[in-house]
């Protein structure tokens, strides 16, 4: 299942995240608290809005409600956060893919949290990515993954979670094979796509994957 969260990050245009939304064919889209206002703005309607319910406008809520979406409230005091919760209802719902939307800008201990949840994502066997305006980002986790773009397109490849081993990056302009990257060094920022498609392997270690578009 193939599941889209969206979060109260910033969105700085509509109709492009929009196109998005509707071109993945997500089976089910949930909001996370304020994500619901960023939804009624693109005239989305969810299938769950989660949270603690504080961000989200009150005329939206009724909207909603009179549309029949589900509604999980939580209390303001929790140790999980509202990206957590959706998280976890995905993992009930089967998710073998998970995307974010509005997962960056704003706040930066939100967007960083949220890059991290990429990982905790990923090592219970589902497909992180997060898609804004101008970038998708990706995690490859002791594997080899392919990135579909255009020749051209800007990919930074960085270690997280500590150092990677033997990483292999193929059909870049700067190519690496069975590197080393250590995780406080940026070797892997802006390298270039030579096709349509890069491979970027790690046989020991977790890397964050960015694409410019």
Do not use: W
């Amino acid at each position: 299942m193939k599941i889209c969260i969206i979060l109260n990050g910033e969105i700085k245009g509509y109709k492009a995240i929009r196109e998005v939304l509707y071109k993945e064919e997500y089976n089910c889209i949930i909001c996370a608290d304020g994500g619901a206002n960023h939804a009624y703005n693109m005239e989305i309607i969810p299938d769950y809005i989660i949270g603690d319910l504080d961000s989200v406008k009150e005329d939206i809520v009724k909207y909603y409600k009179n549309l029949n979406v589900r509604f999980e409230k939580f209390p303001t005091k929790k140790n999980e956060t509202d990206t957590e919760l959706c998280i976890y209802l995905a993992t009930k719902l089967k998710a073998d893919e998970i995307h974010f939307i509005g997962a960056l800008g704003n706040r930066v201990d939100h967007m960083i949290a949220n890059i991290n949840l990429l990982y905790y994502i990923r090592i219970q066997n589902i497909a992180p990515k997060i898609i804004s305006e101008e970038e998708e980002i990706y995690i490859a986790l002791n594997e080899e993954i392919s990135i579909n773009g255009k020749k051209g397109d800007t990919i930074s490849v960085i270690p997280i979670n500590g150092n990677a081993n033997s990483v292999t990056l193929t059909n870049l302009e700067y190519p690496l094979e069975n590197y080393h990257m250590k995780f406080y060094i940026p070797l892997g920022i802006s390298n270039v796509m030579l096709e349509d498609e890069c491979k970027i392997k790690v046989s020991d270690g977790s890397l964050l994957i960015i694409k410019n578009i």
